[in-house]
């Protein structure tokens, strides 16, 4: 899934802030935004999907951050838990897209993501077939309308370039992957 596609996940839980504290939405959602894309920044490194992909130990910190919140309610401590738990989510969902490799829609590549844990990969269940499918736009589109309807800004106007962004990389993201694979990298 693309790191947008994870950072709109991100910004339908922090809706949940909304009815019970409207006034820390906005620190919600920017720290779930936040911790949504952060775990893909290991897509820069060596290991893609291992390095900053956590499924089990980001709840951890969820466990950690989250009573502190709600005990010391700040922009800070709201943005943290939120930063923690869409960081949590990303790490799990990413089960349930693609593989890894240049051309994922190959489905040559049982890499879903790394269970430090269980010390082995968790296979993909490809219900978003790969990172930068249609299917992965739909979906980032549809998760994107609670930060487009419900915020204001930033939070609107982040979300709309995130939409944009993933639109331009479902276009690339075929002859990217190709040339990729074409010149092995
Ligand atoms: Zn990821």
């Not at 040559?108 to 219900?127: F, K, L, N, T």
Request: some cysteine; hydrophobic content about 55%.
């Amino acid at each position: 899934m693309m790191a947008t596609t994870h950072a709109a996940m991100g910004v339908c839980l922090a809706t949940l802030v909304l009815p019970v504290a409207p006034e820390f939405a906005v620190p919600a959602a920017l720290g779930a935004i936040a911790g949504g894309v952060f775990p893909d920044l290991d897509v820069a490194v060596v290991a893609h999907r291992r390095t900053l992909h956590f499924p089990e130990h980001y709840w951890l910190a969820v466990l950690a951050v989250l009573p502190v919140a709600v005990v010391w309610p700040a922009p800070e401590t709201v943005a943290a838990a939120f930063f923690a738990l869409s960081a949590a989510v990303h790490s799990v969902s990413d089960a349930f897209g693609g593989g890894l490799g240049a051309r994922p829609w190959d489905n040559d590549d049982q890499r879903g993501v790394y269970s430090h844990h269980r010390g082995e990969w968790i296979p993909p269940r490809r219900w978003i077939p790969y990172d930068g499918s249609p299917r992965d736009l739909a979906a980032a589109a549809t998760l994107s309308l609670p930060g487009l309807l419900l915020f204001g800004s930033p939070v609107r106007e982040l979300t709309a370039a995130m939409v944009a962004l993933s639109a331009v990389y479902v276009l690339v993201r075929k002859p990217l992957g190709n040339f990729a694979a074409r010149h092995d990298l």
